[in-house]
């Protein structure tokens, strides 16, 4: 499973390939970006991820396989200890556990060196592959946004997920 892929950090470099992923019919109704979004804007958003950001990549002889991250969830300090998690693996390496290792390097960062509390996410409804994911590495369900997005010509709901790390629990939390 995911053999011979390699996980780095992203770099200004990647923008063709991610804008290419991004582009694909299976990826692009799970994201919040516009269509046909240019390597010049993934290029500055890359740009743009700050020290307490982590985003990768996933390659396999050179070639990029999907991104995944854990973004700050708000701008405030007072929620320094969330992250957004975010994931997009490509059409023709779906299936073959880049995700789940995504999963694994994310969540390993999170607990070890980021001293992150919470991961939280958003799934449409209906995107049950990813649903799946997230359940397999702690993540439960929160909530329901009805008509959270615009979809491929209707609104559709998000499932809001989390994940509490463990290790850094505390007590009263459960």
Request: a neutral charge.
């Given at each position: 499973?995911?053999?011979g892929?390699l996980?780095r ?11 290419r ?7 692009f109704?799970n994201?919040l ?26 390659e ?16 405030s ?7 957004t998690l ?17 999963m694994?390097t994310?969540i390993?960062?999170a607990?070890?060196w ?28 929160e909530?329901?946004?009805?008509g ?5 010509g ?6 809001l997920?989390?994940?509490l ?5 505390p007590?009263?939390?459960?």
């Amino acid at each position: 499973m995911a053999d011979g892929v390699l996980i780095r950090a992203a770099v200004p470099a990647d923008a063709e390939g991610l804008a290419r992923i991004a582009a694909e019919e299976s990826v692009f109704g799970n994201l919040l970006r516009l269509p046909h979004s240019t390597a010049a804007q993934w290029r500055s958003w890359v740009e743009s991820v700050s020290m307490d950001e982590l985003l990768l990549v996933a390659e396999r002889d050179g070639e990029l396989l999907g991104f995944a991250g854990l973004m700050a969830a708000a701008k405030s300090p007072r929620r320094r200890h969330a992250r957004t998690l975010l994931i997009a693996v490509a059409q023709p390496a779906q299936g073959q556990g880049i995700g789940s290792l995504f999963m694994q390097t994310l969540i390993d960062a999170a607990d070890r060196w980021l001293a992150v509390l919470r991961i939280e996410l958003g799934v449409f409804a209906k995107n049950a592959p990813a649903y799946r994911l997230y359940q397999k590495f702690g993540f439960v369900e929160e909530g329901v946004q009805r008509g959270f997005a615009f979809r491929d010509g209707s609104y559709q709901d998000v499932i809001l997920m989390a994940r509490l790390s463990p290790g850094l629990l505390p007590q009263q939390i459960t």
